[in-house]
């Protein structure tokens, strides 16, 4: 997952990425099930900019191209984060309102849930096991 802003950058100059998720990030997965079917992958230089600070962005690929252009998605970054701070201004004082209203009935709903839990670890936990054992017999499973 891509911590902040992230997204591909194309050698056409074009930089792809995708709405941040609840926790602000632009993941790579979502960018790469959006992108055009006819983009060669080869064609993209995946890069994240943490905490959306630019001062912190990184190619997210160990041999990088010459064809890279840093300064095409830092300037991606600086057309979107204003909009995403925006959008803030309006959701976290939300979100904390809910959460202050929704606090006691989750405090409630742990009462049941946690034993619970626990009763479906107690089953789960072996079945799991014995899932992983016979998949790691079969040729190319990676753990």
């Known amino acids: 997952?891509?911590?902040g802003f992230g997204g591909f950058y194309?050698?056409?100059?074009?930089?792809?990425?995708?709405?941040?998720?609840d926790n602000g990030?632009?993941?790579?997965?979502?960018?790469?099930?959006?992108?055009?079917?006819?983009?060669e992958e080869n064609d993209l230089i995946p890069f994240e900019i943490p905490e959306w600070l630019?001062?912190?962005?990184r190619w997210d690929i160990t041999s990088v191209p010459d064809w890279a252009d840093k300064s095409a998605c830092i300037a991606k970054l600086k057309e979107v984060k204003p909009?995403?701070?925006?959008y803030?201004?309006?959701?976290?004082?939300?979100?904390?309102e809910?959460?202050?209203?929704?606090a006691p009935a989750r405090v409630e709903c742990e009462k049941v849930m946690a034993p619970a839990w626990a009763e479906y670890k107690k089953v789960d936990a072996p079945a799991w096991a014995e899932m992983i054992a016979e998949l790691k017999q079969i040729d190319g499973y990676l753990e």
């Not at 997965?29 to 983009?39: G, R």
């Not at 909009?83 to 925006?86: A, D, G, L």
């Not at 809910?98 to 929704?102: C, F, H, Q």
């Open 10 to 21: 194309h050698r056409s100059g074009r930089v792809f990425f995708t709405v941040p998720n």
């Open 1 to 3: 997952m891509c911590n």
């Open 98 to 102: 809910y959460e202050r209203v929704t």
């Open 54 to 57: 630019t001062k912190k962005f």
């Open 25 to 39: 990030n632009c993941s790579h997965w979502d960018t790469a099930e959006k992108l055009p079917k006819d983009i």
């Open 83 to 86: 909009i995403w701070v925006e």
């Open 88 to 96: 803030m201004k309006v959701e976290a004082p939300a979100w904390a």
